[in-house]
Structures are given as C-alpha cells and as structure tokens.
C-alpha cells in the first residue's frame, strides 16, 4: 500500500564525504575530552571535515552526480531539485537549489532549500515524492548535505565531538510501481531551545556581539536532546509504519538519523529488541552526525555495501532541532 496517488521510485543514490578525517584522538588534543568518552557516549570514532575552500554545495555536487550516474538518468531529465539543508553556501541567496542546477547543468528545473535540520532530507523525500504524486514532477533529485564544521564551536566539548560534514541524494522517479510508501512528518517548536543556532539571522544579525559572544556556532542541552530523540524517533518509526501498512518484519532495512548509538539502541529497543538490530545500517562510527545529510548518506552506503537491493523495504527515521521529527518507508527501486 503506498499514501502517495501516483508513485515515487526510488532510483539512484549517492554520497561524497571530504577526504580529511577528524579522529578522536585528534580531538583530545582541542578540548578536555577522551577516545573511551566520545566512544561509550556517542559511538563516533572519526568525523569527515570539509576542507576550508569547500562548501556544502561542492560535496553535494559530487553526491548528485553518483545518484544520476546510479540512475542512469541525465540532468537533463530532473524537473525538480529539492536540498535539504542547515548550513547553505549562502544565507539563502543563491540557494544551494539553484548552485547546484547551475553546476549540474540541469536546463529546465524548479528547486529549494529547505531546512528541517537533521530531519531535513526526509521532509525532502516527501516534498520530492508529493511533487511527483501531485504531477508538478516527473523526476526529483533530492539532497541532504551540510557543513556542520563551519558552525561548531570547538572549544566546546558538548557539541564539536559529535558533528560531521558530507552530503547524499537520490533520484526519485515517477513510476508504475511505489518507491514511497509513506512519510510522516511533524513540528514542536515548544522545545527550540534544545538546539540552535542563535546569530547571524534577523534575531542576531552578524555583527562583532555575535562573534564576541560565539552566537554563530551550535548551541545544544544533550541530556534533554536524547529523551526526546529515543521518543520521536520511535513514534515516526511506528507511525510510517503503520501508514504503509507494515510491520517490522517486512522491513529489510532500519537507516535512523546518525545522532548517536546509545540513542539508537534506545530506539531498537522499543521497536523490537534484537529484531531491530539486525536490520539497522550504521555509519555514524565514521561520519559522526551530519545532521540533514545523515540518512542520505547511509541510504547510499548501504546500496553500496549491498545491504540495500532491487526490492528491499526500508525504514528511515529522522530527528533534529526545532524541533522537527520526520520518517518515511520506501522500496529502494535502483539498479543492483
Ligand atoms: O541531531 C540532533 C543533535 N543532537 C543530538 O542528537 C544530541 C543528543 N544527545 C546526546 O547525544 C548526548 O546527550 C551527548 C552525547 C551530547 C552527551 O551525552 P550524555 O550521556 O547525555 O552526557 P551529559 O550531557 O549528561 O554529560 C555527562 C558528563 C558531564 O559532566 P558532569 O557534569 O557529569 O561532570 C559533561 O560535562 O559528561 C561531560 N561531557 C564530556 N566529557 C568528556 C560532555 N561532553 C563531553 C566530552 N568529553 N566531549
């Protein structure tokens, strides 16, 4: 069964990381932390850090030209570009939509940001698959990319041992067969101090108090975070679940947003113990939490380590600042 009146394949996937790595052992010597911390508290080993020239829209270039090639569709084809993110090349003006348009070559296109936070490339699927389904589309390229490293604070121990930076897409496709079988989404804006950003929008407008007062970087209460991250990440799990008419047993594949490992466990815990488990992809351990970028990213790794195939029925489920909560279930519809 699929919510969506006219379906949504799910056709390509692809994923670009920078090449430097940020280990834990690098960040013991930048803040008062350890290995046997991050590691026990979080399951992150190593993040990847954009270089200094490269911007969120550059490693989604490298992204969308992998899940065009998987596809075996040309730019010529996308109608539309939908890109998720938090950390935009530019405060909005050009969007990364259109740089991205631009670079690819796409001709005749419509496109947008969108910011979900870590939620962000689920809220993209389902504005992709909804275009589709509505027939203002026929074929959507979907990213989520962020550089989370150009806004953390690292002299903070709080949030910089978390944060990566990467990007991931996927080409979505209007087809016989459904690729989208459903999308949940919501919003709480009553807990949007659990996690912000504070300077450098009209509230804080950039100026040398932002700097003084280190406003332009992340800002998190973890503890408060990670309670209702286990709840929302299991609810949206549930509900697009029940929305698509499945249970866990017909899922071939869990991809949670990449936040942290204890909070996974959690969440498999309450979805179905072991059962979960051995359905869940993870990458965090190597790309840390890449926030909008999460989900695409292990979309795409795990079709390349085949854990995803022709057929296979995943479960994504998304959580982030805002706060917002998005989950989405799909057959992975690409070539092998
Ligand atoms: O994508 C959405 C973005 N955010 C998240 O997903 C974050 C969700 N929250 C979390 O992942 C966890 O809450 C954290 C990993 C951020 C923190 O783990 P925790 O187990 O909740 O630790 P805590 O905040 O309760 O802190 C425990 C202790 C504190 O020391 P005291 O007050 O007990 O002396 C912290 O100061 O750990 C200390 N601490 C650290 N110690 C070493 C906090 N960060 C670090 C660190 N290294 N990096």
């Given at each position: 069964m699929t919510s969506f009146p006219r379906p949504a394949a799910v056709v390509g996937a692809g994923h670009y990381v920078p090449e430097k790595i940020l280990s834990n052992a690098d960040l013991e010597k930048i803040v008062d932390t350890s290995d046997e911390w991050i590691r026990t508290r979080t399951g992150i080993r190593f993040r990847r850090i954009a270089a200094e020239n490269e911007s969120t829209c550059d490693m989604a270039i490298h992204a969308a030209r992998a899940a065009l090639a998987s596809a075996g569709?040309?730019?010529?084809?996308?109608d539309a570009v939908v890109f998720a993110t938090?950390?935009?090349?530019?405060?909005?003006?050009?969007s990364c939509a259109c740089l991205l348009q631009h670079a690819l070559g796409i001709p005749h296109a419509y496109g947008y940001d969108l910011a979900a936070a870590c939620s962000g490339f689920v809220y993209a699927l389902d504005a992709g698959a909804t275009a589709i389904a509505a027939g203002r589309a026929d074929t959507v390229l979907v990213v989520g990319a962020e550089k989370l490293s150009a806004f953390t604070?690292?002299?903070?121990r709080n949030t910089c041992v978390l944060f990566g930076d990467g990007a991931g897409a996927v080409v979505l496709r209007a087809s016989e067969t459904p690729g989208v079988l459903s999308t949940v989404l919501g919003i709480d804006?009553?807990?949007?101090?659990?996690?912000?950003?504070?300077?450098?929008?009209?509230?804080?407008?950039?100026?040398q108090r932002v700097l003084d007062e280190r406003l332009c970087y992340w800002r998190m209460q973890g503890r408060e975070l990670f309670k209702v991250a286990v709840h929302t990440l299991t609810q949206g799990a549930q509900d697009a679940l029940a929305k698509a008419d499945l249970?866990?047993?017909?899922?071939d594949v869990i991809i949670p947003h990449q936040a942290n490992a204890r909070i996974i466990e959690a969440v498999c815990d309450r979805l179905g113990g072991e059962k979960a488990r051995e359905k869940l992809f993870l990458d965090l351990d190597v790309y840390g939490n890449t926030s909008a970028a999460s989900i695409a990213i292990a979309l795409s790794d795990a079709v390349s380590q085949g854990?995803?195939?022709?057929?296979s029925k995943v479960l994504l489920t998304a959580f982030g600042g805002g706060l917002t909560w998005g989950a989405a279930v799909l057959v992975w519809g690409g070539r092998a």
């Open positions: 569709i040309s730019p010529a084809d996308v938090g950390t935009p090349d530019y405060f909005n003006i050009p604070d690292y002299t903070d804006g009553d807990k949007s101090s659990l996690i912000s950003l504070p300077g450098g929008g009209s509230r804080n407008p950039p100026s249970s866990l047993d017909d899922i854990r995803i195939v022709p057929g």
